[in-house]
């Protein structure tokens, strides 16, 4: 079973992920709290393969709460839960160990997914948290393209196609229906991808695949 804490402030919020996750037959949430030091404390006190947690919540947010369970629960992978327009704090929450980010409004197949997916400690961030970071790159006006291309010369043409679709905001399984592949082969080439630029999780992959110029072309 996947244990997963829930951690948001609004009880609709919390109630209506815990309705979600009971239609998995793998998935058991052990704990739901309020702010982000109970979760902290919940994740030390306990087993917790997957917390989903809230950024903005009184007492303690999600933002600071990502850290502590880096440090204190390095077990635990996290989501946070984010609604749109605040990915203002995707970078932060990153740096600090989160495995990624999800919209409150993401379905409940999706939810299921990303928790699954979260579980093998899969990073998940959703498309259009990916598409706005890149937006918000390209509004800064530096110029990186020529050491963009410089690095991803030392791709393979499979770990570039890869990034290619990394960079529009694809999952590893869309990656893998794409290409006509599987999913653990998209998983290697990633992990491949991510060591050979130095990147630290996909968005910096699709941030370098858009200087690069390999977003030119829709998947």
Partial sequence: MIRVLI???????RAGIRLILANASDVEVVAEVGDGRAAVRACREQVVDV????IQMPGGDGLGAVEDIARESPNTNVIMLTAFGEDGHVARAL???AKGFLLKDTGP???????????????ILAPQIT???IERHLRSGTDRTSAARRKIDQLSEAEREVLRLVGFGLSNAEIASDLYISAGTVKAHLSRVL???DCANRVQAAILAHDAGLLADRP
């Fill in 7 to 13: 951690a948001d402030d609004e009880n609709l919020m």
């Fill in 51 to 54: 917390a989903l947690l809230d």
């Fill in 95 to 97: 740096r600090a160990g």
């Fill in 109 to 123: 197949s999706e939810l299921i997914r990303a928790v699954r997916l979260a579980a093998e400690g899969e990073s």
């Fill in 131 to 133: 598409r706005r970071l």
């Fill in 195 to 197: 060591t050979k630029l």
